[in-house]
């Protein structure tokens, strides 16, 4: 594996939950048994720690994605069934994750960091296998509207744009209307990136106001409403939300690319290492 790869390299879903979650139970550690909090405080902090990251997760699609990274996110945009590139490389999210630590450490301090970092890794690993079932057949109806409106972000329609068209191409992802949060559309209301022809915006206009920081909870209430209102709604973009032929997709196991114990062993042991900026 040559340097470049092991540090841009999309990891193993397997991956990613064996990184963020020892990066968890070191900031669960750190909190308990190190800096003396209850649980129901670690609790607290983890849950303020999830809106910490939506904030940090839409700005870093937004931003970071698409404009720092424009050229290399365009390749999950031109082919975004492809699930072997789908998953943010860990050793730059550890990096971004270490800075992210560094400054709560500086601003609350290290008692209240450390239940924080344990909120983020919580909504890596949440948002990382949310945006894979975003991606495949495997959606649960609970979901439905979470991975409709990451749909909008990749299929819907751009500002200039009257009618649905799919855009994923190089030119025309960037004028994408909004939609740049992947658990929550709170922060796409805070900042205006808020997708206004949406059609689940568009038949319940009041879900426009079901707006939490916390990862996939407003979206899990939106499905719970429509649901209880038995009614139906239109899908965001026909060709993305019904099933295609299953020749198409990609959502096997091997689709995931291989999970290769070495690069796991090292991604654990980069996720607690984080924490120990905060001892």
């Known amino acids: 594996m040559t340097i470049k790869r092991f540090f841009l390299r999309s990891p193993h879903y397997l991956e990613v939950i064996g990184c963020f979650s020892c990066m968890w139970i070191m900031s669960f550690f750190s ?5 003396g909090l209850s649980y129901s405080q670690f609790l ?3 849950i303020m720690g999830t809106v910490v990251y939506t904030l940090i997760e839409y700005w870093f ?4 994605l698409h404009e720092l990274l424009s050229r290399i996110h365009n390749n999950h945009h031109r082919e975004p069934r492809k699930l072997k590139i789908i998953t943010t490389p860990i050793i730059p999210a550890i990096v971004y994750d ?5 400054i709560l450490n500086l601003v ?3 008692k209240t960091a450390s239940g924080l ?4 890794a919580i909504g890596q690993i949440m948002m990382e296998l949310t945006h894979v079932l975003h991606h495949s057949r495997n959606t649960h109806w609970l979901l439905r509207y979470a991975r409709s409106y990451h749909l909008w972000h990749h299929f819907g329609v751009t500002k200039d744009c009257e009618t649905s068209k799919l855009m994923s191409s190089v030119d025309t992802h960037k004028k994408l209307e909004s939609s740049h949060g992947l ?3 709170f922060w796409d209301f805070v900042f205006r990136t808020q997708p206004t022809s949406w059609p689940v915006y568009r038949r319940y206009p009041f879900l426009r106001f079901v707006l939490l920081p916390f990862p996939l909870v ?4 939106m499905a719970i409403v429509i649901r209880a209102l038995t009614l139906p709604i239109s899908s965001p973009a026909k060709e993305e939300t019904s099933s295609p032929p299953k020749s198409e997709w990609q959502d096997s196991l091997s689709a995931f690319g291989k999970l290769e114990f070495g690069y796991f062993l090292s991604s654990c042991v980069g996720g607690m290492s984080t924490v120990f900026f905060l001892w």
Do not use: A, E, Y
């Open 218 to 221: 407003s979206f899990v209430l």
């Open 98 to 102: 270490l800075l992210i630590i560094l």
């Open 31 to 35: 909190s308990v048994w190190l800096h």
């Open 61 to 64: 699609h937004r931003f970071v």
């Open 183 to 185: 658990t929550t559309p």
């Open 44 to 46: 607290l902090n983890m």
């Open 117 to 120: 970092n344990g909120g983020i």
């Open 108 to 110: 609350f301090g290290q």
